[in-house]
């Protein structure tokens, strides 16, 4: 569509500060773990996109997106299809981006710089108009976090089985009781544990997993009704409550930037 390479490795070693590739990828397209020089935002104006790391999963919608440090690990899952733009920048190029995978709103003027960023050659013109819009999209590329969807990884073994089938399974009433057993713990040392090592209740983790798994459906274009029933909601009404409470805007509205 663009004409230019798809292939990440051909953004990296470019003289120019940042770089910018577009690929339209189909619901379930998964990119392995890998890891490159310059840092990237991945931003998808359709669909969402699953961000894995060592640290946690990430789920980011059309209008946010994905900061990744240079060096970093990560994977990607598409939920929908996917009209992925994403821009790869040298180090030391956004010196006010953190250091650590954030999650980033994307506002109208950035998405639409970004849009056109992969227009652009690769080897643009640094002292013409291709170079002065570069420097507009790095001045716009600021850390604005907004709330995300984030799921710790613990590397206990038992909590990251149980964390698993949590995921497997958001439908399920998961009480303390119910988790401990599944992990063979006690429920004192279950919480402390689980606390220890995801920096959230299992409570709170559960509710994050429940969001993960409603935003990767309602991505995919999947009825309200249906994803409510999924994550064990009894009606919509509920469901979207629950939406509106942790994200700040209803199941349409989050995919939209309503918030």
């Known amino acids: 569509m663009y004409g230019k390479s798809e292939d990440r490795d051909d953004y990296q070693d470019v003289p120019r500060p940042l770089a910018a590739m577009a690929r339209d990828l189909a619901d379930g397209h998964h990119i392995p773990p890998h890891h490159h020089r310059r840092a990237q935002l991945i931003y998808g104006t359709t669909g969402a996109i699953t961000v894995t790391t060592g640290q946690g999963s990430w789920v980011v919608p059309a209008t946010r997106g994905a900061w990744i440090p240079g060096g970093l ?70 850390p604005h976090p907004v709330t995300a969807l984030h799921l710790p990884a613990p590397s206990d073994p038992a909590l990251a089985e149980l964390c698993a089938a949590v995921r497997r399974r ?23 544990r689980f606390t220890a090592a995801t920096g ?12 993960v798994h409603a935003v990767t459906l309602l991505g995919r274009g999947t009825p309200v009704t249906a994803v409510a029933g999924s994550v064990g909601y009894a009606t919509p009404s509920a469901f979207t409550a629950m939406f509106h409470r942790a994200l700040g805007a209803s199941p349409t ?6 918030v």
């Open 73 to 142: 690990e990560h994977a990607m899952t598409c939920a929908g299809a996917v009209a992925m733009r994403t821009l790869y920048v040298a180090p030391g190029a956004a010196h006010r981006m953190p250091a650590v995978p954030t999650v980033v709103s994307v506002s109208p003027l950035l998405r639409e710089l970004i849009d056109e960023a992969t227009r652009l050659p690769v080897h643009y013109d640094v002292r013409g108009r291709d170079g002065v819009l570069m420097e507009l999209l790095l001045h716009e590329l600021a």
């Open 170 to 192: 958001p439908g399920e009433r998961w009480t303390t009781g119910s988790a401990a057993a599944h992990a063979h713990l006690s429920t004192r040392s279950l919480q402390r």
């Open 200 to 211: 959230m209740s299992l409570a709170r983790w559960v509710q994050q997993a429940r969001l």
């Open 253 to 258: 509205g989050y995919f939209r930037g309503s």
